[in-house]
Structure formats: structure tokens, C-alpha cells
């Protein structure tokens, strides 16, 4: 994977990113744990946060208050704490106070994830942080309560009795779009008049090349009321259905025929697989619908989708459901036991 400065760096094999001035842990890209955490990828994480920051920050000065934010499926809290630092200091380091305090609320369903938040939080002197360890559903806050919601849901397409033999963050259904269907009608009863869904997410395209997960989000949210915009991660060509699953379930396909079968009814249904950053206002006031108008902060002409397939290759491997692993050790410790 490449890797910029030091200022905007990842490394998912060692398990630390730094972004803009915060450094985060998570698990290896090569732990097998069933709950390892995801880790941060410059093509998609530190490049959301470059994205969405001044979205946020727009909103921020148009409502003249901090912020309620929830980072769904938090993991590793990377874009909770990395919002955190950028709503709630000034540019001298001084932490804002009272009402122009956000609130970030970091919630995720892996014990696992929560203890790597809450580790990340104290690492960069979080302001307001605080974490929820629960399934997301409507108790997990309070009707129309969030100004932003931030998702980065698992999204790896997985095949049937596999979804109990991959790691937690990369079983997401046939069509890789399981979790994002749990949450986004819930999504919509949780955002306020005029808050920001945030998220990105890999998605099947149709055979007419509509991108599904923004069609389904749009009729979610309200087609009529809301309006989804986004821009694709990678200048890369997509791949078809077929390319990026024989090539992710290589190592598995002479020894589990099935999956044969499965990559066909895929290729069935889907043309291709593509990777998207999306913006979405509830009962916005312009132009509503699904648009692919955003404009990325900068090119990600260097990432390629051999890359990402080599990614989702590690994620289909089957797991070990193994005791805690003290994450207070160094992820390589982590590795050896």
C-alpha cells in the first residue's frame, strides 16, 4: 500500500495510521481474529476524513453550535476522534468549551473496537469522545438527535456459511450490502432536519449501471426529500462482479465448489463492484435525488483495484475465534500469540 508523508500515513500491515495531526492503532490486516479491527487504508479512511471535512465544518458554521455526531461501526474511531480535533480546538491547540462543545459519540457492536477507541481518545487528548457498545438500532439514540452520522459499514461480499468464518468487519452479505440495509433506514429516523449522512461504502453497480447502495439510501432517506451525492474512490476502472471475486476467493475455489455457483447468480445480478464517498441531507432544500457530482479533494490515480482485491483477499481468510488479545501490547504482540 502506498504511503504518503508523515503528516497523512497508513500502514495496515503494522496497524497505525496518522492523519493531520492524530495518530490511531488497530488490529493487522494480517491478524486472523474474528473481531479484529479494520485498519485505516489512505485510499479510503484518510481520504474520507480529507473529504468530509469541510462539509462538516460548513455545517458547524451554519448551525453556530458544536455538533452531535455519531460514528457508526466505529472500529478503530478513526473518524469520530479525527472530527473531534478538528471541531472542537482552535488553530492554537485550545479546547472549545459550553455549547460550542461537539458531542462524539463512537459506537460499535465489537468489544474489541470500543477498547480501541477509547485507546485512541487518551492517545490524542480527545475532547468529548465517548463510546457505545451495542448493535445500532432505534434505542441507540435519541429520535432526530444527530446533526452527523458517519459510516464506513463492512461491506465485503461474503458467501453464505462463510459469514460465521470471516473477521466481524468483513461480513456484509452476499452482495457485501447486509449491513448498510440494517442501518440506513434507522439512520434516517436518528438524523435532524437538514443533518449530514457521511459514509462510504462498496457497492455492486446494476446491469444498468445505477450504483446500488445510492439507490436503496435514496429511497431510504426520502428520493422526493433528500438529496445523495458522491464521487467514486479510485480513477481505476471498476471491476466486473465476476474479475473481483474469483480473483478474492482464488486461493478457496477448487477447494469449495460452491462458491462456482455463487460468483454466477452474482454475475447475474451485478456488473460490476465499485468503492463510493457519499454525502446525504435530509429533507435537503435544493436538488434532491442521487447525483455523482462530488468533486474528490484530490486524485487517487495511484490506488489500484489489484490493491483493493488483494485487500479483500486477506479479509476472506478464514478466522480463529481465539481468547482477548490485551491491546495495550503492540499489534505485532498481538500477531504472535
Known amino acids: 500500500m502506498p504511503v504518503e508523508t508523515l503528516k497523512n500515513a497508513a500502514d495496515p500491515i503494522a496497524g497505525h495510521a496518522t492523519i493531520d495531526g492524530i495518530t490511531l492503532r488497530t488490529d493487522s490486516l494480517t491478524d486472523l481474529r474474528w473481531d479484529r479491527v479494520m485498519p485505516i487504508l489512505l485510499e479510503e479512511q484518510v481520504f474520507m476524513c480529507h473529504q468530509m471535512r469541510p462539509t462538516v465544518h460548513a455545517l ?35 479546547l472549545l468549551t459550553g455549547s460550542d462543545l461537539s458531542a462524539v459519540v463512537c459506537l460499535d457492536v465489537n468489544l474489541r473496537a470500543i477498547r480501541f477507541v477509547q485507546d485512541n481518545a487518551e492517545r490524542n487528548a480527545s475532547a468529548n469522545v465517548r463510546t457505545q457498545c451495542e448493535r445500532y438500532s432505534e434505542r441507540s439514540a435519541a429520535p432526530c438527535s444527530q446533526d452527523v452520522i458517519v459510516i464506513n459499514p463492512p461491506y465485503h461480499p461474503v458467501y453464505g456459511h462463510w459469514t460465521d468464518d470471516v473477521a466481524l468487519h468483513g461480513a456484509a452479505g452476499e452482495d457485501g450490502l447486509g449491513v448498510f440495509r440494517e442501518w440506513k433506514d434507522l439512520i434516517a429516523t436518528h438524523l435532524n432536519h437538514g443533518g449530514l449522512l457521511i459514509g462510504s461504502v462498496m457497492s455492486p453497480t446494476s446491469k444498468h449501471g445505477t450504483v446500488v447502495a445510492m439507490e436503496e439510501l435514496s429511497n431510504a432517506l426520502g428520493r422526493d426529500t433528500s438529496a445523495v451525492r458522491f464521487c467514486r474512490h479510485l480513477d481505476d476502472p471498476d471491476p466486473s462482479v465476476e474479475e473481483f471475486l474469483k480473483t478474492v476467493y482464488a486461493d478457496y475455489l477448487e477447494k469449495e465448489p460452491d462458491l462456482y455457483q455463487w460468483i454466477g447468480r452474482m454475475t447475474q445480478r451485478f456488473a460490476h463492484f465499485t468503492v463510493v464517498y457519499f454525502e446525504t441531507e435530509k429533507s435537503a432544500n435544493g436538488r434532491t435525488g442521487v447525483r455523482e457530482d462530488l468533486v474528490r479533494c484530490r486524485p487517487n490515480d495511484d490506488f489500484k483495484w489489484r490493491d483493493r482485491m488483494q485487500v479483500h483477499a486477506l479479509m476472506a481468510r478464514k478466522v480463529t475465534r481465539s481468547g482477548e488479545v490485551d491491546i495495550s501490547r503492540h499489534p505485532q504482540e498481538s500477531l504472535e500469540r
Not at 64 to 92: E, K, M
Open 60 to 94: 458547524r458554521g451554519r448551525r453556530n453550535r458544536g455538533l452531535n455526531i455519531l460514528d457508526l461501526g466505529a472500529g478503530s474511531g478513526v473518524f469520530g476522534i479525527y472530527l473531534d480535533r478538528q471541531l472542537n480546538r482552535q488553530p492554537d491547540g485550545e
